[in-house]
């Protein structure tokens, strides 16, 4: 802005104003910054126009002419340049009065019609090509300078130069730009190479940039792209090949030079070192060692340990295998390059892990948030608490003095806890983002103390209650909503248009939010007329089912979901369709059964079924389209593909994949375990190898169950070989010489339980019949167990069970204030000598049951 602004007694313009400030380091939010807006934002300041005024910009919608910089002109009694001028007129709407009568006054001495090589109008959609060099008066110059040259030598439109000049290089600098531009080398070029293009020579820099302006797909871009690729481009040297990585970071010597390998791709482009060429295999012999690795499948983590993950320091100098580095260098090569579980790995780890790794200063305790935006003084520099907890605590370990004296200092400024129960400034309403308040001694946004508030301060406190009472008048205010019923839903995926452009109706909301919409204001109530009917709609009840477009009776289809249809006057995808009937309407509905009729055809289909009446086996490998993947994932690919049940490629597919993805499952499975009627236990964990392959005992049971029938072959096979290993019977209280009384009360490991739970256990703990465990825990147990009901339980009475059927022993709740699983709270009801039939044990199955029984 050029008004002039006195400050200490001289006399400057807003900018350079604005520039002494930037110049002398003056920060915001000071009392100096403060000051000097106070005294001169209202001169220096404007409101930025919607549509500026431009003095050479079309009056009355006649073609826009080109300024004349530097011209002087007489402006408000002094004598100052057009483009002052202009400047001037930018703060002004391009429709206002001072915007007409500028550009009446000072159009014909400001502004000229320029000549340009190109038809700029749109209509004729043509662009320069700005590089493009041309022989121009005996010279060599870029279609750009030439453009240069009219606005400097003011070369009018009309003019018989500029009609010369057009007529000679329109055809070369100007073109209408492809859809898709030709790319005659997808990277390299051979720039000086000469080769014939059009009937000439020209190099191949030129014929790429002539290229660029004919479509990808057109017949010049094909003809030219299969004659001129083998002379124009070339593969770069790659020192690493296809299958190492690049250590961007390894440094090397090259040309007597300390390089980094990443920088060797652009020297070797300057220099155009080809694939394949004496001098490629000399540089990749020279620093494929050096700069090229095999990525570990499992990376060594210097400062990685079993609970923890520590820092590495940045600096610190080291030895390593009798070379010296630093702890970084160290950390970065064997994350890099070294396994996890590798002897180096574990060497490196001996050698250097003491001195290396740290765990990072923290500044804020257990339980606390990092506030980023506060700022402190740090050793006389003022930075942000951000700073802080990233940069300045690094190599600051949490153990040091030094970081002691940091939280001391700092954590009450840039630390926080969370609020249980957020303040909100603006409960009923929204908050106006743009409008400043007086908040904590500084001028603040409603927004930021908005946010600070709920993230810092709880309801109900003084602070908040203080800060709503104070704020809420200026920061609040009632937002329009789209929806003119508050019970109707806004449809995020309708769009509609709005400001010039297609908007989704979602996009209202922070519409009416930075523009500050109230409701009931007329522009409110406007735009709900406009698009509410388009944009809300009533939510459906589900408790009912929703809309599903593919599914006929009990049948579900598969969706075809890219299909374009006409949906309610306009073109939408079918997945766009299936969403908005599931959200708004019933399945039941008239409008759904409407939908299914006019779109099911268009947009359901049968996807094909590989297996048919067979069992898929979901991770078998198979090779499909050139790639390996899965039986499942074909499946997948079946719908996203839009396979259809009946079609070549079905009927191909199942005759190629039907045998190695399907089976059938048998009549009488076939259980590794079992014998004349009597039901084993599987050992769960235990390798075995079974016809050449190696599984475990669980896997293979799993396998002979969903696969192989009870008197086939391969089951009696592995019952045969495999029974001894995989197989065990399950340890009792009670063996064979006793009967188990379940609600015998019992004490195991200071609880009390029923024999009936100790036999759970025992199941839980796979404890093996016959074993030391076994035999422990029967002669601790079976007396009290197996001989007769217990004298505990009164007339013989049985143990209160809360749960008729299945339990869920490690559900948490409350029993008498005390916080207790359920399988704690089943021995307390056993040991309080609460039985089946009593009033308490009604009471607590009816408080308990929800959170501790399920139907198995």
Known sequence: TQVDTEVVNETITCSSADASLYMDFVEDDTDECTAIKAEYTSECCFPFPKTPCGLCKGLNDTQSMTLLWAEEVEYDGASVTCGVVDNIVNSEEANSLLCSSAQEKYREDCCFDKCSLCDTKPAEGEQLAWDFVVDFNETSKTCGEIEAIFTAEQVNSKSEECRDVKSDYHDLCCFRPPTSPCELCSEFVRWDEIVEFDGANATCKDVVALLKREEEIGDKCLMSTNLLEASCCYELCNVCGDSLLLDWDAVVEYDEAQVSCGDLKPIFG???????????????????????????????NLCRTDSDFLEAYSSVEIELWGSSTNCSDAYDYLIKRIESESDTCSSAKESIFNECCYKKCAICGEGFF?????????????????????????????????????????????????????????????????????????????????????????????????????????????????CMNETEMVDWETYVDFDSSSQSCGNFDWYFTSNVVKKGSQECTDLQMAYSEKCCYAPIDYTVPACSLCKQGEVWYDLNGDIQVEFEGEPRSCNEVSNSLFRKSEDSSEICAQARSEYFDSCCFVKCDLCQDAQLDANVEIMYNNAVTTCLELGLKFSIDIIQEGSDECNTARELFAEPCCFLTPTEPCTLCSNDGNQGQVRANVDVNFYGSQTTCSELNSFLVSREEQVGFMCQAAKTELQGTCCFEMCTICGNDGNLYWDNPVQFNDMKFACGELTWILSGEMIEDGTPECIDMQTSYFDQCCTGPSLEIPEGGDKCEICPSGKDWYAQVTYNETPMTCLELDSVLLRDGLFDGSDECQSATEQYSAQCCYTP
Do not use: W
Not at 416 to 445: H, K, M
């Open 270 to 300: 300057k220099n155009e070192i080809e694939h394949d060429t004496e001098e490629c295999a000399t540089v990749t012999s020279n620093y494929q060692d050096l700069c090229c690795y095999y990525p570990p499948i499992s990376p060594c």
């Open 370 to 482: 990092q506030d980023f935006n506060e700022k402190i003084d740090f050793g006389g520099d003022t930075i942000s608490c951000l700073q802080l907890h990233t940069v300045r605590t690094l190599d600051v370990s949490a153990e040091s003095e030094e970081c002691s004296i940091m939280q001391s200092q700092y954590s009450e400024t840039c630390c926080y806890d969370a609020p249980e129960v957020p303040c909100i400034l603006c409960v009923e309403g929204a908050v106006q983002i743009t409008v400043e308040v007086d908040f904590r001694g500084q001028t603040q946004s409603c927004e930021s103390v908005a946010n600070y508030l709920g993230s810092r301060s709880n309801n109900g406190t003084e602070e908040c209650t203080s800060s709503i009472s104070e704020f809420r008048d200026f920061c609040c205010f009632d937002k329009c909503t789209i």
